[in-house]
């Protein structure tokens, strides 16, 4: 079956480390995206990239590093100059361009993410 | 600035009656499309449905069904027969604009459902 998938489901972190979440996608979809949920919070942006080798910050990407060298894969780096980290990170994805405008995205089941 | 605003952060249903979602959005795009998902507390995003600004249906998907009003700039979201499963968390979406070739998409902050027996 097509779909996304993130790992670990589960991370902990200590203070001044880096962390690498991982998202991987069989679905042939171009556009990858990176999002941050907080308690109470909706979804908030923190990377995206429409092409491989190609990325772009999203709403809150201080404190985050994305690469994209292959089109099925878009890992994110959480670094140390992230002072609040803890939350709940997804991935998602959808094909590249206009497509069909009722495409919805498509998400992983995401990463939760601790500081020890 | 593009926004979405989900005022109800929590709503209360009793099994098998109808609950409508409230969800208001701003842009000043003539075409911009929003979503629904359903966010149960294992954490996965599950899209419910779709609607178009140029749509002239309101859009329905089984037991979902949209109240699209464009003057309003308003999509709620209605749950028919709500089940026990309908409890989750739910988003109201929109995609921005074209920028760069690809969409971006904007997030409220999402309304707690909890299906009462």
């Known amino acids: 079956d097509g779909g996304i998938t993130q790992s670990p489901k589960y991370l902990f972190r200590k203070e001044g480390q880096n962390v690498t979440l991982s998202c991987e996608q069989n679905?042939?979809?171009?556009?990858m995206y990176w999002y941050r949920q907080d308690p109470g919070q909706g979804l908030r942006l923190i990377y995206y990239?429409?092409?491989?080798?190609?990325?772009q910050k999203g709403d809150i990407a201080e404190g985050y590093s994305v690469s994209r060298e292959k089109k099925e894969s878009f890992p994110l780096t959480v670094t140390s100059a992230q002072k609040n980290p803890t939350a709940f990170y997804l991935c998602?994805?959808?094909?590249f361009g206009t497509g069909d405008l009722r495409e919805p995205q498509h998400f992983g089941d995401g990463t939760r993410l601790s500081i020890l | 600035a593009q926004k979405i605003t989900q005022t109800q952060p929590g709503m209360f249903v009793q099994e098998k009656e109808a609950v409508t979602l409230d969800c208001t959005y701003d842009?000043?795009?003539?075409?911009?499309?929003l979503f629904w998902y359903k966010q149960p507390s294992s954490g996965e995003m599950i899209f419910l449905i779709y609607q178009g600004s140029y749509d002239e249906q309101n859009a329905t998907e089984g037991r979902y069904s949209l109240n699209f009003q464009k003057a309003r700039k308003s999509a709620n979201l209605v749950i028919s027969a709500s089940q026990l499963g309908d409890s989750a968390m739910y988003f109201c979406a929109m995609r921005e604009g074209r920028l760069s070739g690809t969409y971006k998409y904007i997030f409220g902050t999402g309304t707690r459902l909890k299906v009462l027996a």
């Open positions: 679905l042939n979809h171009d556009a």
């Open positions: 998602a994805s959808r094909t």
């Open positions: 990239s429409q092409i491989v080798n190609d990325f």
């Open positions: 842009t000043s795009d003539q075409s911009y499309g």
